[in-house]
């Protein structure tokens, strides 16, 4: 899709920002480079202003130079005004030398990073950046994956589950049967005391006395002569 480029740039790139112009020009974008149209005593600050109200985008040629030029921000400052959001792509900052320090405006940028790359990379970095995103041509192939499909873990079990019996507790609380057990066992206990060391307890408690009588608790037993 054609496409109409501003191209920003600083005098110390003006080589790298030629060469961008002209490799897009070539594959059939239009450019505005003020270099290739302002004449002798041309108005500078009125081709820019039409150029830029024409240009769909602006690409800000990147540089140590260019960050904190005077004119620079004037131009690509006006592009990021009018497409806020950045929906519209309107500024496209291309790298062509390490900048560690732009402009807060755009780092948040998408940007084309020409460095440490031959020019046939450097070329098919700049064209790819700046085409918009479009679905595909031709539908995407679909790729077959081998192995086990992502639910099959929850398919459920191949044979059928064991059943288990569960004994229940007739609704009778837990605490409560433990209670009840308590209290059976304290009052055996209480009545085993009772029988020991009350009256039954005189009765069963014996000894023998003098002449072979045997005294069983309040009860005398008589044995033979």
């Known amino acids: 899709m054609q496409q109409k480029f501003f191209i920003s740039f600083n005098s110390a790139d003006r080589d790298k920002a030629h060469w961008i112009a002209w ?3 070539a594959v059939g974008h239009e450019v505005a480079v003020h270099d290739w149209e302002i004449p002798a005593g ?3 600050p009125l081709w820019m202003n039409q150029k830029l109200a024409w240009a769909d985008r602006l690409i800000a040629v990147i540089s140590p130079d260019y960050a904190p030029a005077r004119y620079s921000p004037m131009e690509w400052a006006a592009q990021i005004w009018e497409d806020s959001d950045g929906a519209k792509g309107a500024v496209v ?3 062509v030398r390490p900048t560690p320090n732009l402009p807060p405006l755009l780092r948040g940028l ?3 990073d020409l ?3 031959s020019e046939d990379e450097a070329r098919d970095r700049l064209l790819k950046g700046v085409e918009k995103p479009a679905p595909p041509q031709r539908k995407p192939a679909f790729e077959t994956v081998a192995g086990e499909a992502p639910d099959a873990p929850h398919a459920g ?3 059928k589950p064991v059943f288990v019996q569960v004994r229940t507790d007739d609704g009778v609380p837990r605490w409560l049967r433990i209670s009840a057990a308590v209290a059976g066992v304290v009052a055996a206990l209480f009545a085993a005391l009772t029988f ?3 009256d039954h307890a005189s009765e069963r408690e014996c000894k023998t006395v003098g002449g072979g009588t045997v005294v069983c608790g309040n009860v005398n037993i008589q044995k033979g002569p």
């Open 157 to 159: 079990p191949t044979e």
């Open 196 to 198: 020991f060391f009350g």
């Open 115 to 117: 460095t440490n790359c």
């Open 42 to 44: 041309g108005n500078a």
């Open 23 to 25: 490799t897009l020009k």
């Open 110 to 112: 998408s940007r084309i």
């Open 93 to 95: 900052p291309v790298i």
